[in-house]
């Protein structure tokens, strides 16, 4: 029969191994918030901004029935 001690120790081994899972989580969302601001970047120094805002007032004009 386990005594006190030893589920201390597993509850001691989980928080670690938990603790590692969190840092590795919480890293996650950082790197792909700073690889999309690359891109976005990239975009805007390629003038993608305007090419988007081209087709945007072509495809509003085409459903209005001017363009």
Excluded: H, W, Y
Excluded at 20 to 42: M, S
């Amino acid at each position: 029969m386990p005594d006190a001690c030893d589920k201390r120790k597993g509850v001691e081994i989980m928080t670690a191994e938990s603790e590692k899972n969190v840092n590795r989580v919480r890293v996650a969302p950082f790197v792909i918030i700073l690889f999309f601001l690359i891109i976005g970047i990239f975009g805007i120094m390629t003038g993608e901004v305007g090419r988007v805002l081209e087709q945007a007032v072509q495809v509003c004009l085409s459903c209005i029935g001017i363009g």
